[in-house]
């Protein structure tokens, strides 16, 4: 069962809204970008390799993220921002990806960076509250994500059907990616923050 208490937890609450930002973004891609590819010209052989581009380059980036999120030397949260912020970026500009070639590449980029989110979130969070709290942690880090990827794509639809264009959706879905990226560097300050905090109450109560 659950335990809601973890709420009380700013770090934790960081990255859950930043979890919940990504994955309205997350799905944009996957669901829309062959239609994106259709209305630029492509030919549905050609989109197809858009998506199975996504997939390889995913599959190679969490394994390469991964491998090197394992070294003592690399900070695995900076790591995950940053390939985050890099990902909602390149979605936002591939608004500008008009033939085969600028798609493929944005897919390949796609592909890899987004695989930060899927390989490195549950060692994030051990890093960031212990190993302790990870069942717990994840499972309602689950339920942000759930109820943000039934937001993300009808949203995306909904930006079509009033525009008759895949640029808002786009735009959208690369914005809440890079926002997702960027409030996470938030973390170790508000991590020095909190340990300040603690120190000047606990040396209050010691007096």
Partial sequence: ?????????????????????TSIGFYVPYVFLAAQGEEQGLSTEETSY????????????????????????????????????????????????LDFTSLMVYSVVFGFTIGAYVGLTSVILVDLLGLDKLTNAFGLLLLFQGIASLVGPPLAGWLYDETKTYTPAFLMAGITIAVSGVVLFGIPPLQRYLKRRRSSCFDSASL
């Avoid at 973890?6 to 960081?14: G, K, N, Q, W």
């Fill in 1 to 21: 069962m659950l335990n809601f208490s973890i709420m009380h937890d700013a770090v934790f609450i960081l990255f859950a809204v930043s979890n919940f930002c």
């Fill in 50 to 97: 858009l998506l199975a581009t996504i997939g390889i380059a995913n599959t190679i980036g969490r394994i390469i993220l991964g491998y090197l999120s394992d070294k003592p030397w690399v900070n695995r949260l900076g790591v995950y921002n940053t390939c985050l912020t890099i990902c909602g970026i390149a979605t936002a500009l591939s608004i500008f990806c």
